[in-house]
């Protein structure tokens, strides 16, 4: 994935604790272990969370951070102080959680122009966002989310702009289906890349997302799982 261009990372995923704090701390370690590679959603320490993670391009700064609803079952030691945040936590509230979220998107807002946020959403297989993506989208908008990236449904959800009360809006990307993978069922097969465009007014410093762009992809792969490639959905043969 770094070969092919990739520099920011979310790790916070339902599987993430799949190999216990072990695994957690060796995924976290192979990815500063990278160049010029960012990892958010997965955090040494508590506090690391706190630190806006940014990547400036053309003189805009972007900020990310990664939450995930669940664990499948799994959870963080109670004594381990590694960084990651899933609102089935059972060590804090759901006000105490959110509170985290809050901070950590203000640190963002006071590094960036525009705050990223992924967010692994508990439901699988749905080609609509259900009630409890709606209600999380909503409030990481209301705390100041400019992109929210969705993951976790494996299929294709819908993009749109949530407008908030200053009449400022914020894009979210329900789900960009699978990149990658060799699941079995066709809509599991198909996903995308969103293509976003920021613009800054160096007059004012006000920044806004332009326009959104998607194009289509599809995984393809061999007898055996073999061959895994992805081919843009309009080459794609019948």
């Not at 990547?55 to 805009?60: M, P, Q, S």
């Not at 080609?127 to 908008?141: F, G, H, N, W, Y």
């Amino acid at each position: 994935m770094i070969e092919i261009g990739f520099d920011v990372f979310n790790q916070s995923t339902n599987h993430v604790m799949d190999k216990h704090l072990d695994g957690a701390l060796e995924n976290y370690e192979l990815f500063q272990s990278k160049e010029n590679i960012l990892l958010t959603g997965l955090y040494k320490t508590w506090d690391d969370m706190f630190i806006p993670q940014t990547v400036t391009k053309n003189d805009i700064t972007f900020s990310f951070m990664g939450f995930t609803e669940f664990l499948n079952g799994l959870r963080v030691p109670a004594d381990s102080d590694l960084g990651l945040v899933y609102l089935t936590d059972t060590r804090h509230t759901q006000a105490e959680l959110y509170d985290t979220m809050q901070k950590m998107i203000d640190a963002g807002k006071k590094s960036s122009d525009i705050v990223c946020v992924s967010m692994h959403w508990q439901t699988e297989d749905i080609t609509a966002p259900d009630e409890s993506q709606k209600e999380i989208a909503q409030k990481l908008v209301d705390m100041g989310a400019d992109i929210i990236i969705g993951t976790g449904p494996h299929v294709l959800q819908p993009i749109e702009f949530f407008e908030r009360e200053d009449g400022s809006k914020a894009l979210v990307i329900w789900s960009l289906g699978n990149f990658i993978s060799t699941q079995a069922n066709d809509p599991n097969l198909l996903g995308g890349l969103a293509d976003v465009t920021v613009r800054k007014d160096y007059a004012t410093g006000k920044v806004t997302i332009s326009d959104v762009g998607f194009s289509p992809t599809v995984t393809h792969y061999g007898s055996g799982r073999s061959n895994v490639r992805i081919i843009p959905f309009k080459d794609y043969s019948e």
